[in-house]
């Protein structure tokens, strides 16, 4: 969360906060959408994914002021923890948050998307993160700590899918 976030959403230690994944049947306004959350994946199938302080993760944030879509944001995001840049990206799933209230305006969203690695850039450009690793879905699930694993497995397993049908790589 910076001052150029467009909308201010840190979640306080035991807040209860709901997320619904709602798959691709809705497709919010922009202004309903606090944040964009990247799986980034090689063509042999291996994610690359960000070392951060609270330990491995996909890349992704908040979108900032003076950003006009997800996709501008997923690539500075991908660009800035990971050091990559993408082909061209596509949409994994919405998914609903509750933050801010449950009254339907004050819904907000996030965004899941994938994509194709291009171009993976030397460790030193890489500003918002400790690292990169490019691993297996397997031994991503397995350190990752950040959240609920289910629900990041069923991400990354949905993204996987989409970019390489239901036979996957890996």
């Given at each position: 969360?910076?001052?150029?976030?467009?909308?201010?959403?840190?979640?306080?230690?035991?807040?209860?906060?709901n997320?619904?994944?709602?798959?691709?049947?809705?497709?919010?306004?922009?202004?309903?959408?606090?944040?964009?959350?990247?799986?980034?994946?090689?063509?042999?199938?291996?994610?690359?994914?960000?070392?951060?302080?609270?330990g491995?993760?996909?890349?992704?944030?908040?979108?900032?002021?003076?950003?006009?879509?997800?996709?501008?944001?997923?690539?500075?995001?991908?660009?800035?923890?990971?050091?990559?840049?993408?082909?061209?990206?596509?949409?994994?799933?919405?998914?609903?948050?509750d933050?801010?209230?449950?009254?339907?305006?004050?819904?907000?969203?996030?965004?899941?998307?994938?994509?194709?690695?291009?171009?993976?850039?030397?460790?030193?450009?890489?500003?918002?993160?400790?690292?990169?690793?490019?691993?297996?879905?397997?031994?991503?699930?397995?350190?990752?700590?950040?959240?609920?694993?289910?629900?990041?497995r069923?991400?990354?397993?949905?993204?996987?899918?989409?970019?390489?049908?239901?036979?996957?790589?890996?």
């Amino acid at each position: 969360m910076s001052e150029s976030d467009r909308r201010k959403t840190i979640i306080q230690a035991g807040q209860k906060v709901n997320f619904v994944d709602l798959g691709t049947s809705f497709i919010p306004a922009f202004e309903k959408i606090t944040s964009v959350l990247v799986v980034p994946f090689t063509r042999d199938g291996l994610i690359v994914s960000a070392h951060l302080t609270r330990g491995i993760d996909l890349p992704g944030g908040h979108i900032k002021v003076g950003e006009f879509s997800c996709e501008e944001t997923a690539r500075r995001e991908v660009l800035e923890e990971v050091g990559v840049t993408l082909g061209e990206l596509q949409l994994v799933k919405v998914i609903q948050s509750d933050y801010y209230g449950d009254e339907p305006e004050q819904l907000t969203y996030l965004i899941v998307m994938t994509g194709f690695v291009e171009d993976i850039l030397p460790d030193d450009n890489l500003n918002e993160s400790l690292g990169r690793s490019i691993i297996n879905v397997d031994e991503f699930i397995s350190q990752y700590q950040a959240g609920d694993k289910n629900n990041m497995r069923r991400i990354v397993l949905d993204a996987k899918i989409l970019l390489f049908g239901k036979l996957g790589k890996n």
